[in-house]
Structure formats: structure tokens, C-alpha cells
């Protein structure tokens, strides 16, 4: 994979408990086991906000323009997605994070849900949720965390393919 990413974070956004987001990026993904490449580059703005003392709450926007280049030898499946496309998603996420420390947990526990809708503008159309789980435990004094993590997702293509960039 090669990637690309400038992102910037202002971590109090209008001197408020607040942080925004922006970036660009381009990625490109070589399979050649399936002979294509996904190409992806695009940006996208994020507002971040806290819940009370554990919670989180974000809301954003993202434009991506993709290129699927299907090779010589691809299966059919993945000729069938070649090609350019544009995506346009709002996403809004909520977390949760009983953690000890938010950056190299030792104990507790985090949470979180993103919900996205894509289709307001662009080629593609789907709603995707995702929920996440982790749990971390200290086993030997602060050496050894134990940590067990758990994601569950859902992809609706709303009447038309679910994407290989989109799926899980």
C-alpha cells in the first residue's frame, strides 16, 4: 500500500471542548494475487465533540474519488467494479471510553458506533454501521495489558453493489 495523508486537528475549535479535523489523502492498494489496484484519494472535515466526562460525539463529511484498475487475469467480479467512481458520505460516531488512558490503556473499557450514509452526491450509495468493543486488564504489573477487542458491521448498498473499497 502506498499512502499519502495530510491532516490537520484544531484541538479546541472555537475555544470549546471541541476539536475539527481536515484532510487530504491518496492511497493506493496493489492486490496483484487478484490482479487490480484500488486507487483512492480525496479529503474529508470532521467535528469532534465530548459527552460528559467518558463520551464523544463526532459528525462528518468525506469526498473520495476511486479508480478500481482491473489487470489482465482479474476475476470477473473485480472487472465487473473497474473503473472511476466518486463517494460523498456523512458519517456520525459516539464513543464511549472508560479506559485508565486514552492513549496506552492498562484498564477499563471503550466503546464505539459510526453510522454513514453515502449518496449525497457521488456515484455510490449505501448505509454502514459499525460497533466496536475493547476491554484491557493489566496481568503482570504494567508490562503485560491483556486486551480483548470484538467489531461488528452492516452494509446496506441501497440498491446497487456494495463497492470493494467499502466492504469488510
Known amino acids: 500500500e502506498n499512502r499519502a495523508d495530510f491532516s490537520f486537528t484544531e484541538p479546541f475549535f472555537l475555544d470549546r471542548n471541541a476539536s475539527i479535523t481536515n484532510n487530504i489523502f491518496t492511497t493506493v492498494q496493489e492486490y496483484p494475487e487478484s490482479n487490480y489496484n484500488n486507487e483512492r484519494e480525496g479529503g474529508g472535515l470532521s467535528i469532534l ?19 478500481i484498475v482491473a489487470y489482465d487475469g482479474a476475476a470477473s467480479s473485480i472487472k465487473s467494479l473497474a473503473g472511476e467512481s466518486i463517494l460523498s458520505a456523512v458519517t456520525l460516531g459516539n ?6 488512558n486514552r492513549f496506552n490503556p492498562t484498564e477499563g473499557w471503550a466503546t464505539s458506533n459510526r453510522l454513514s450514509l453515502a449518496g449525497i452526491g457521488g456515484d455510490k450509495k449505501y448505509f454502514k454501521a459499525t460497533q466496536s468493543f475493547s476491554t484491557y486488564k493489566e ?26 473499497s467499502d466492504r469488510f
Open 139 to 164: 496481568v503482570i504489573d504494567e508490562n503485560i495489558i491483556g486486551s480483548i477487542s470484538t467489531q461488528v458491521g452492516y452494509i446496506d448498498g441501497l440498491n446497487q453493489n456494495i463497492d470493494i
Open 95 to 100: 464513543s464511549i471510553d472508560k479506559t485508565d
Open 49 to 67: 465533540y465530548n459527552i460528559g466526562e467518558y463520551g464523544s460525539q463526532s459528525l462528518g463529511y468525506r469526498l473520495e474519488k476511486r479508480n
